[in-house]
T-cell receptor
Framework: GESVGLHLPTLSVQEGDNSIINCAYSNSASDYFIWYKQESGKGPQFIIDIRSNMDKRQGQRVTVLLNKTVKHLSLQIAATQPGDSAVYFCAENRDTGGFKTIFGAGTRLFVKA | DTEVTQTPKHLVMGMTNKKSLKCEQHMGHRAMYWYKQKAKKPPELMFVYSYEKLSINESVPSRFSPECPNSSLLNLHLHALQPEDSALYLC????????????FGDGTRLSIL
């Protein structure tokens, strides 16, 4: 079935390095994508979103890239900090007669001091 | 602090008990959601409400009964749950039921004995 997935289940980076978290999606009709961060014991927290009419969007220290040709989404975190350690989920919105948000499997990011 | 408040934070109940989970937001959001999240898994959509009306029911068993008494409140009534229903139950809200980021509460951790 169609799903939103992630290439890597865990990612370990050195503090100060840049992190790249990847995500593949299979529903070409999806037109809105979101990255969430979930820390231990907390709910997912919105990081950044992108609509399908864009291929790049930047926030504070984060950038999301969307490649519709290969159905690929990535989250780049600049100058990764210990506070960035968390699980990161990509998600897509689908209009199936009602908007649904489908989450990918998640990537756990470890930041080494 | 999260803007979506969920109570209780933890709940232990027997399989014959009846309990309710509560969710509240005062951001004026008109869409509200219930998700179930098992350990090391992404959130899975259960129910979606838009303007206090049920928009999506993801084939959830009838032992879970949602209720949206007004635009700020969302309840999830539980009855005759099974041990496999033990999970983190997350509530979220968004401004509208469309391509909008969702704001999540920190969840209720439910254990069924």
């Amino acid at each position: 079935g169609e799903s939103v997935g992630l290439h890597l289940p865990t990612l370990s980076v050195q503090e100060g390095d840049n992190s790249i978290i990847n995500c593949a999606y299979s529903n070409s009709a999806s037109d809105y994508f979101i990255w969430y961060k979930q820390e231990s014991g907390k709910g997912p927290q919105f990081i950044i979103d992108i609509r399908s009419n864009m291929d790049k969007r930047q926030g504070q220290r984060v950038t999301v890239l969307l490649n519709k040709t290969v159905k690929h989404l990535s989250l780049q975190i600049a100058a990764t900090q210990p506070g960035d350690s968390a699980v990161y989920f990509c998600a897509e919105n689908r209009d199936t007669g009602g908007f649904k948000t489908i989450f990918g499997a998640g990537t756990r990011l470890f930041v080494k001091a | 602090d999260t803007e979506v408040t969920q109570t209780p934070k933890h709940l232990v109940m027997g399989m014959t008990n009846k309990k309710s989970l509560k969710c509240e937001q005062h951001m004026g959001h008109r869409a509200m959601y219930w998700y179930k999240q098992k350990a090391k898994k992404p959130p899975e959509l259960m129910f979606v409400y838009s303007y206090e009306k049920l928009s999506i029911n993801e084939s959830v068993p009838s032992r879970f009964s949602p209720e949206c008494p007004n635009s700020s409140l969302l309840n999830l009534h539980l009855h005759a749950l099974q041990p496999e229903d033990s999970a983190l139950y997350l509530c979220a809200s968004s401004r509208e039921l469309s391509n909008q980021p969702q704001h999540f509460g920190d969840g209720t951790r439910l254990s069924i004995l």
